[in-house]
């Protein structure tokens, strides 16, 4: 299985920075794409930022100009860099991959356990 570990939410002022990382894992054989969902308190979750095995990287719109995501392939880790906060930025970040086992025919998500970022006004 692939096991994901994050850390770097915590509490921060509106304006402020964070930097989030996660790093995968356990049986993996291969990655295709790493990144970043959050949740808010009675709202879905939508996907933050995610790059891919080819190195494209892809945002939510209203992420754009603020966050930053880079990914390490060689390490298997991903971060998010989150400036000029906002307090919607406020909600539970989740890493996310996509990601082949060494018993698998192709490739399935899974999930971290996520990490609360909050932002104070």
């Known amino acids: 299985q692939v096991q994901l570990v994050e850390s770097g939410g915590g509490l921060v002022q509106a304006g402020g920075s964070l930097r989030l990382s996660c790093a995968a894992s356990?049986?993996?054989?291969?990655?295709?794409?790493m990144g970043w969902y959050r949740q808010a308190p009675g709202k879905q979750r939508e996907m933050v930022a995610f790059?891919?095995?080819?190195?494209?990287?892809r945002y939510t719109e209203s992420v754009k100009g603020r966050f930053t995501i880079s990914r390490d392939s060689a390490k298997n880790t991903v971060d998010l860099q989150m400036n000029s906060l906002k307090a919607e930025d406020t909600a539970v970040y989740f890493c996310?991959?996509?990601?082949?086992?060494?018993?698998?025919?192709?490739?399935?998500?899974?999930w971290g356990q996520g990490t609360q970022v909050t932002v104070s006004s």
């Open positions: 790059s891919t095995s080819s190195g494209d990287t």
């Open positions: 356990g049986s993996i054989f291969s990655i295709n794409a």
């Open positions: 996310h991959v996509m990601a082949r086992t060494t018993t698998s025919t192709s490739a399935r998500g899974y």
